[in-house]
């Protein structure tokens, strides 16, 4: 569900903060979905930035970890990023 328009606004602005959403689905996938949260001129915004249907909790992660670094500027946008699972 990526959008070009989506992708475009977001590289333009500082995120203040990402909202995650997980839901199990009858058929055993998960569905999962990352949000940026900016301020942009006097108004806050929420966009999407990326949606789907995975297979595992583990595959969840990794796309949360890719969707958010589609977001990150400046230094750490060169590092590489991963997701830890801790139980």
């Given amino acids: ?5 989506h992708d475009k606004i977001i590289s333009r602005v500082q995120v203040d903060y990402y909202t995650i959403e997980l839901a199990p689905l009858v058929d055993g996938t998960v569905s999962v979905s990352v949000s940026a ?7 806050i915004e929420n966009e999407t ?3 789907r249907n995975v297979a595992t909790i583990e595959d969840a992660l990794s ?8 977001t990150i500027r400046g230094p750490q946008a060169k590092k590489r990023h991963e997701v830890a699972v801790h139980c």
């Fill in 63 to 70: 796309f949360i970890g890719r969707a958010v670094s589609k």
């Fill in 1 to 5: 569900m990526s959008n070009t328009r």
């Fill in 37 to 43: 949260t900016f301020v942009k001129g006097d108004q």
């Fill in 49 to 51: 930035i990326d949606a």
